[in-house]
């Protein structure tokens, strides 16, 4: 009878073992007061996940954003998968499912910091290096919204010296989309550009380091095109052909990063880049796994799937100090900024900030930019004349920036604010430079430890009710920063227990809500006394 039992049980055992590898699913009951977040980073204003929410694909659901494959709770639970999974939350639970198996919830404590700092520990630990500290200590400057698609050289140092002209602090210039001659060239454009490499030098001298942005597409029929495909370096169909890809600015090839020698041979070209214009890094955008979604692509490693493609383009960036990403698969840990998805310019934009922030430091991405100020979606600014722009809503845009661990501008500030609102930004660029040594410090913190540098509130106060709070963060362990995110000139603020010194010397006794008064130049902030 006992040996028919054990041999009932390995059956039960092998039967289940079988059941879950067949198709898994994997259902999150939550506790009492149990709250979750995770794996799509513009998601971040439906976390905690409290409402239904229909099915997340994270092998292509990236909203315009990073994906990871990690869900983490208030409760020190969560779960991580190596592959992609599918989820969706009910009125009581949350459901995976996925074709592959799907591990167990791990129990990594009773916080959520508990359950973060192991998933972090075992899954993406922190690499020990960061991207170069002048994305910490200065503002940063992009061309996209004043030029578009229309990058050329006469402008580009106009704008420039518009920062100088203007007082703001220099730090690095990213020349966008539309510089070179056609996708997979890395040649500029000579009707745009007369002499590219003394424009390199004129940007270097007036104090900035220059980025170019860069993708992974090729233009089809041309000579890169040719060579390309000739070595095997371009995505194939399964007819055997080089394959064409959809995206946003047409039709083109794609080099296949999973193989060796195709990244191999764009991270050359990229260096020699570097060396004959003076470039200092790149901008590396759309990579997107949704683009690389078709059944119909067939890559080198035959295996891959759309996240593998997007983690090879990620790898590209780690040969280069100055980086910046919008998409990206995993990674957490690794010396790569991040930037959150192109945002409108509204409101509802600017109230996005802070909660996308905290997702993306929750899932590992502690080196991230909060889009650009006053949104980067350039449809927003098209044919807008200046003088109906909501100077209000581009200075708290600003605000929010200020106090995160980089800060972007790219709608040029001396174009359409007045001189008050004009000031006002200037401050906060100021601001934030005079807080770089500290941003920097939490910044290596993040490469030895996996810290994130913006803070949930319930990361660093857990159990202090802070679950739900979305429009406030603490950067670092010190400071708590809780800006103006809707019309108006006051807000309530939470604080944690504790005496908090706000930024003007008044002294308030935490474990309560104050309402305070917060007119348009200020950005207020708290300071935790026993830090």
């Known amino acids: 009878m ?3 039992n054990i041999l009932l049980t390995a059956l039960l055992l092998l039967s289940n073992c079988s059941l879950r590898a067949a198709g898994d699913t994997l259902r999150i009951e939550p ?33 315009n954003n990073q994906l990871v494959p990690l869900l983490l709770s208030s409760k020190g639970r969560y779960v991580w998968s190596d592959r992609p999974f599918r989820f969706t939350v009910g009125e009581r639970s949350i459901v995976l499912t996925a074709d592959s198996p799907l591990p167990p919830i791990a129990v990594a404590g009773s916080t959520l910091r508990d359950a973060y700092l192991d998933a972090c520990r075992k899954h993406f630990p922190p690499s020990g290096t960061l991207p170069d500290t002048l994305f910490f200590s200065m503002p940063q400057y992009n061309t ?57 030098e004129q940007l270097h001298a007036m104090g900035f380091k220059i980025m170019l942005w860069v993708c992974p597409f090729v233009s089809p029929d041309s000579p890169e095109y040719r060579e390309l495909s000739s070595k095997g370096y371009l995505l194939r169909d399964q007819r055997g052909g080089t394959a064409i890809i959809q995206w946003w600015n047409g039709q083109s090839a794609c080099y296949d990063l999973t193989n060796p020698a195709a990244s191999a041979h764009l991270v050359g070209r990229l260096k020699q880049l570097q060396q004959e214009y003076g470039i200092d890094g790149f901008k ?22 759309s996240v593998d493609h997007c983690e090879a383009w990620a790898r590209i960036g780690l040969e280069f100090p ?42 590992g991405y502690a080196y991230t930019c909060p889009d650009m100020i006053g949104g980067g979606q350039y449809a927003s600014y098209l044919n807008v004349d200046p003088a109906r722009i909501n100077q209000e809503l581009i200075v708290r845009s600003a605000q929010v920036h200020t106090l995160m661990p980089m800060m972007q501008f790219s709608v040029a500030p001396w174009r359409i604010l007045g001189k008050e609102n004009l000031d006002i930004l200037r401050n906060m660029a100021q601001l934030h430079e005079r807080m770089g040594n500290y941003i920097i410090k939490f910044a290596r913190l993040a490469a030895k430890t996996g810290e994130p540098i913006v803070r949930h509130m319930e990361y660093e106060f857990p159990g202090q009710g802070f679950a739900q709070c979305i429009d406030q963060f603490m950067l670092g362990d010190r400071y708590m920063v809780t ?17 908090w010194l706000d930024e003007r010397g008044k002294k308030y006794r935490g474990g309560r809500a104050y309402t305070i008064d917060v007119p348009l130049y200020r950005l207020p902030y708290f300071e935790q006394q026993d830090k």
């Not at 210039?173 to 490499?197: H, T, V």
Request: hydrophobic share 40%; charged share 25%.
């Open 2 to 4: 006992i040996i028919r």
């Open 322 to 363: 100055f980086n910046e990403y919008r998409a990206c698969w995993r990674m957490g840990g690794q010396p790569l900024v991040q930037r959150l998805g192109d945002k409108n310019n509204d409101w509802n934009a600017v109230g996005a900030l802070i909660p996308d922030m905290l997702a993306a430091g929750l899932l």
């Open 31 to 63: 506790l009492a007061d149990e709250y979750w977040w995770g794996g799509v980073v513009a998601l971040g204003r439906r976390m905690p996940y409290l409402h239904p929410l229909g099915e997340v694909d994270l092998s292509r659901d990236g909203y």
């Open 483 to 499: 800006p103006m995110l809707k019309p108006g000139t006051s807000r309530t603020v939470i604080l944690p227990k504790g005496v």
């Open 144 to 200: 996209w919204i004043e030029l578009m698609y229309n990058q050329n050289q006469t402008d580009i140092l106009k704008y420039a010296q518009g920062i100088v002209d203007n007082h703001f602090p220099k730090g690095v210039l990213m020349i966008d989309d539309n510089w070179q001659k056609y996708y997979g060239n890395f040649d500029f454009k000579p009707e745009r550009f007369a002499d590219p490499k003394g424009m390199v």
């Open 284 to 305: 590396f955008d759309a990579g997107d796994p949704g683009f690389y979604a078709s059944s119909d692509l067939v890559s080198f490693r035959r295996e891959a799937t």
